[in-house]
Structure formats: C-alpha cells, structure tokens
C-alpha cells in the first residue's frame, strides 16, 4: 500500500518562506517521479513542480518559477518544496503525488498516488 505523508504547512507572512516535505512508502521511491500540486478553496487541482526519479530534470508552474524549488532524497523516500518570496496567491492545500513512471509531467492524470494534503496559508 502506498502512502504519502506531506508536511511543513503553515501561515506565513507575505515574501515568508515554508519548506513542505512529503514522505514516501510502499513503492519504490526512486523509480518514479515526484510531483507537487495545489488546490485553492473553489479552484481546481493545479500543477506546481515535478521531479525526474533521479532528481535530473524538474518542471514547474510558470506562477512559482524562480521561487520554489522541487528536490528529492532517495535514501529518505522523501521529496521537497522548498517555497520562497510567497504570496497570498500561493494560499491552498498543497499536494504531494507520486507518477506512473519515471519522468516529470505537468498532467495531473500521470499520477497514481496522492497523500492527503497539507494546508498553506499567506498572509498580506
């Protein structure tokens, strides 16, 4: 059974910083990617960053380029969020997903497995 734990929400100040971990179990970490989505009250699910299984190739949301940064660990089956400059447009739940194989997509339907969310909150 597969499970992703997220963590590392929280409220913030506007220009804060926040670091989300989400921690993997139950498959092979390492073999598949790792994406980062976020969903607003009354938005839908929206792409934020992906990562290659080998942590060699990242995409992200052209709203967050430049300010956050996806990464992995391997040996941890953990992968990162790393969300600086935030704005109060950054404000959602925040998703962690693993993906159906081994390289990054933007598509939320090239992902299997969801962990439950944790929320961010920025304020102005």
């Known amino acids: 059974q597969v499970q992703l734990v997220e963590s590392g929400g929280g409220l913030v100040q506007a220009g804060g910083s926040l670091r989300l971990s989400c921690a993997a179990s139950g498959r092979t970490f390492s073999s598949y990617a790792m994406g980062w989505f976020r969903q607003a009250p009354g938005k839908e699910r929206e792409f934020v960053a992906a990562i290659s299984w080998s942590g060699g190739i990242t995409y992200y949301a052209d709203s967050v380029k430049g300010r956050f940064t996806i990464s992995r660990d391997n040996a941890k089956n953990t992968v990162y969020l790393q969300m600086n400059s935030l704005k109060p447009e950054d404000t959602a739940v925040y998703y962690c997903?693993?993906?159906?194989?081994?390289?990054?997509?933007?598509?939320?339907?090239?992902?299997?497995?969801w962990g439950q969310g944790t929320q961010v909150t920025v304020s102005s």
């Open positions: 997903a693993s993906g159906s194989s081994q390289l990054p997509y933007r598509s939320i339907r090239m992902y299997d497995y």
